[in-house]
């Protein structure tokens, strides 16, 4: 599915199957640069999430290992 910004922009591309989240979701900001990208399967966070700063450096990861998830904070210099 795919939502767009009031300019045409992409907004946001997200996958479904069976009402769940299921495969590749990306959102990005209003000057086209991607916001975040996470993979899910059946509605659940598969891999990891990647959040971005808006000129595109990476802010935030989270690297989804389940049980468990481990938190990758990246800092600016």
Not at 24 to 32: D, M, Q
């Amino acid at each position: 599915m795919r939502e767009y910004y009031p300019s045409g922009k992409l907004k946001s591309e997200i996958t479904y199957k069976n009402s769940q989240q299921n495969g590749p979701a990306k959102t990005y900001y209003a000057n086209g640069n991607i916001e975040s990208e996470a993979n899910y399967r059946g509605g659940m966070l598969e891999g990891s999430y990647k959040t971005y700063y808006e000129n595109g450096q990476v802010q935030t990861e989270v690297q989804n290992v389940w049980p468990e998830t481990r938190h990758l904070q990246k800092l600016l210099p």
